[in-house]
């Protein structure tokens, strides 16, 4: 018996949207009882890909984040279902029942992550299901996972600990790990906030190359050197952090910028002086 999980590597999204179209092709006007229900002309996304833009102008960043069901270990759209209509199989797969679920809207409303979709033409609830369908039949993956050109998407048994997959799904991160839910679906790379800016030297009007730039934190100390731009960047910081930005250059006066992640941190040019008694 396999155990799957999917990894979802955001870095790796470049947000073209083929696993989307995939799921469509392989859903929209098919059956394929009695694990799902053709997927309806309109309105559904059972896989979306949220955008999350990040920073403002003129440092911003652009992610996109694939979200199909996180086919939890512990479902909250389980719950309110009767009648065995959402049921979690054996290899981890939750999957909400065609024939039983008829007319329980409620199911739709349970899932705090909203990946379940109503059909009203049906009057069913739907929602992806790691295409159960395909792997009953032999297929080591699902449709979106196997269109996806930039390898974004991955897929595999947790049990079998030689797999690459297996090594990595132990690095990778719940999407809302406040929730709780033991999900299978998991991310590498979720965007965090950053901290960046851009260093010149004000007398010689140049961009300050190879500039030290450290962040220091309660929890964390980071150097970089700025480009050949005089940008620099600390990504994947916390939310809601204090930290301290210190600039230094060799013959000028440092300068040091108290900031805090409630949102991302663009310092904007940062004009180094000469140091006192320093002289060109
Ligand atoms: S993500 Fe939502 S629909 Fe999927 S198993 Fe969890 S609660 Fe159910
Ligand atoms: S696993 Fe299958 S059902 Fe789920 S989003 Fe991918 S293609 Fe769609």
Same mark, same amino acid.
Not at 10 to 25: A, E, H, Q
Not at 245 to 251: A, L
């Given at each position: 018996?396999?155990?799957?999980?999917?990894?979802?590597?955001?870095?790796?999204?470049?947000? %073209?949207?083929?696993?989307?179209?995939?799921?469509? !092709?392989?859903?929209? @006007?098919? !059956?394929?009882?009695?694990?799902?229900?053709?997927?309806p002309? $309109?309105?559904?996304?059972?896989?979306? #890909?949220?955008?999350?833009?990040?920073?403002?102008?003129?440092?911003?960043?652009?992610?996109? #984040?694939? $979200?199909?069901?996180?086919?939890?270990?512990?479902?909250?759209?389980?719950?309110?279902?009767?009648?065995?209509?959402?049921?979690?199989?054996?290899?981890?797969?939750?999957?909400?029942?065609?024939?039983?679920?008829?007319?329980? +809207?409620?199911?739709?409303?349970?899932?705090?992550?909203?990946?379940?979709?109503?059909n009203?033409?049906k009057?069913i609830?739907q929602?992806?299901?790691?295409?159960?369908?395909?792997? !009953?039949?032999?297929?080591?993956?699902?449709? %979106?996972?196997?269109?996806?050109?930039?390898?974004?998407?991955?897929? =595999?048994?947790?049990?079998?600990?030689?797999?690459?997959?297996? +090594?990595?799904?132990?690095?990778?991160?719940?999407?809302?790990?406040?929730?709780?839910?033991?999900?299978?679906?998991?991310?590498?790379?979720?965007?965090?906030?950053? *901290?960046? @800016?851009?260093?010149?030297?004000?007398?010689?009007?140049?961009?300050?190359?190879?500039?030290?730039? &450290?962040? &220091?934190?309660?929890?964390?100390?980071?150097?970089?050197?700025?480009?050949?731009?005089?940008?620099?960047?600390?990504?994947?910081?916390?939310?809601?952090?204090?930290?301290?930005?210190?600039?230094?250059?060799?013959?000028?006066?440092?300068? &040091?910028?108290? *900031?805090?992640?409630? &949102?991302?941190?663009?310092? =904007?040019? #940062?004009?180094?002086?000469?140091?006192?008694?320093?002289?060109?």
């Open positions: 018996m396999k155990n799957y999980g999917m990894l979802i590597d955001v870095d790796k999204c470049t947000g %073209c949207y083929n696993c989307f179209l995939s799921c469509r !092709d392989e859903h929209y @006007g098919n !059956d394929f009882p009695p694990i799902s229900s053709a997927q002309f $309109k309105d559904h996304f059972w896989m979306q #890909i949220i955008e999350r833009e990040r920073g403002k102008y003129p440092k911003v960043k652009v992610s996109f #984040i694939p $979200k199909p069901c996180m086919h939890c270990d512990d479902p909250p759209c389980a719950r309110p279902s009767v009648n065995g209509a959402v049921y979690k199989r054996p290899d981890g797969i939750v999957i909400i029942d065609p024939e039983k679920s008829v007319g329980q +809207k409620e199911i739709v409303s349970a899932c705090p992550h909203r990946v379940i979709f109503w009203e033409a009057n609830p929602k992806c299901t790691l295409c159960a369908h395909l792997l !009953d039949q032999g297929w080591i993956e699902p449709r %979106c996972v196997e269109a996806c050109p930039t390898g974004a998407l991955s897929f =595999g048994d947790l049990d079998d600990p030689k797999s690459e997959f297996a +090594k990595l799904w132990n690095s990778g991160q719940a999407l809302a790990p406040e929730l709780e839910l033991k999900p299978r679906v998991k991310y590498l790379a979720i965007p965090k906030r950053f *901290v960046a @800016g851009a260093v010149l030297l004000k007398d010689r009007d140049e961009c300050a190359e190879n500039a030290k730039v &450290t962040l &220091t934190g309660r929890k964390k100390k980071q150097t970089v050197k700025a480009n050949n731009f005089g940008d620099f960047e600390f990504e994947g910081l916390g939310e809601g952090e204090a930290f301290a930005v210190k600039v230094e250059y060799p013959g000028y006066a440092p300068q &040091t910028f108290e *900031v805090q992640t409630k &949102t991302d941190v663009y310092l =904007g040019e #940062i004009l180094l002086k000469r140091a006192a008694g320093k002289k060109k």
